[in-house]
């Protein structure tokens, strides 16, 4: 899975540069901050974690999901952002994107099947939607992937499910909605006596409290010059003594490729560059 990607970046960096379980309470910029015994050194960026922990900083690279940002945008940062970039923050859609994998004792599907879809015949998309989606919220499922191959799987379908029905669906319980999958199949097979899954397992992105969602989007009203907006390194001013205190990335921050892992894992690439480039540069006289 992803965790490979990370591992691999990982590998590069000498042991224990990365802290792990260090929740951060606030970032505060444009101050003048001292290690305790050291008053030589001022730093213009405080963090300081949940556990009471702190850093000092010269630059610090925000990578915490858009959905974080909409929810903490008060108090996260001291002094607060701009109010150009806190609306491009307010501006920007995220949303939620669930999986539900769902485990078998043995496969109802074809051997070779990759894919089921889902299609419900009392529906049209020149009608309004069901207003109650907490009502039919599993016919926002658009179908299941056959995890393959079973001999490294087991038999396991991986379904889908997207807006405000996914959000529901996190505040259920496991046995509610493994019985509303047990009907979906019983239903799309024409089985009634087909078994239910054994096991199920979900994520649940809308309510995990560091990312209250999945991925962003251009929500009406916004547009990719939002995501340009969110994407700028603090202060505005590129004549401030004390430059790239706060750079941005992440997926939401990178105006082709928001909404992947890729635009995220460029986003960072970029920050990094930009850092760089400020390392290398001369001195000003």
């Known amino acids: 899975g992803y965790s490979s990607l990370a591992e691999r970046l990982l590998s590069d960096l000498p042991e224990g540069t990365v802290l792990l379980n260090k929740a951060v309470r606030t970032i505060q910029w444009q101050g003048s901050f001292r290690e305790e015994g050291d008053d030589a050194r001022v730093f213009p960026v405080r963090v300081e974690c949940e556990d009471g922990d702190v850093f000092l900083a010269d630059h610090v690279i925000i990578t915490v999901p858009l959905g974080f940002l909409k929810e903490h945008l008060q108090e996260f940062f001291q002094p607060p952002l701009p109010e ?6 307010r501006n920007l859609g995220f949303g939620t994107n669930n999986k539900i994998f769902l485990e078998f004792e043995q496969p109802f599907w074809e051997p070779e099947q990759q894919l089921l879809e889902v299609v419900w015949e009392d529906e049209s ?3 309004e939607p069901n207003a109650d989606p907490e009502a039919d919220w599993f016919k926002k499922l658009i179908g299941f992937v056959v995890l393959q191959p079973p001999e490294q799987h087991g038999h396991v379908l991986c379904g889908f499910i997207a807006g405000k029905e996914s959000e529901h669906m996190e505040t259920l319980s496991d046995a509610e909605v493994l019985s509303a999958m047990t009907r979906l199949l019983r239903t799309m097979t024409g089985d009634p006596n087909l078994p ?3 096991s199920l397992l979900r ?25 340009d907006v969110l994407a700028q390194p603090l202060p505005e001013d590129p004549r401030d003594p004390r430059p790239l205190q706060l750079l941005f990335a992440g997926e939401a921050t990178h105006r082709t490729f928001y909404s992947t892992t890729h635009g995220a894992l460029l986003s960072g690439w970029r920050e990094a560059e930009r850092l760089n480039q400020l390392f290398q540069a001369p001195a000003p006289q």
């Open 196 to 198: 239910a899954p054994r």
């Open 84 to 89: 150009r970039k806190a609306q491009a923050i």
């Open 125 to 127: 998309p020149l009608e």
């Open 203 to 227: 994520s649940r992105w809308h309510s995990a409290p560091y990312t209250r969602g999945s991925y962003s989007y251009v929500a009406v009203g916004s547009s990719g010059d939002d995501i």
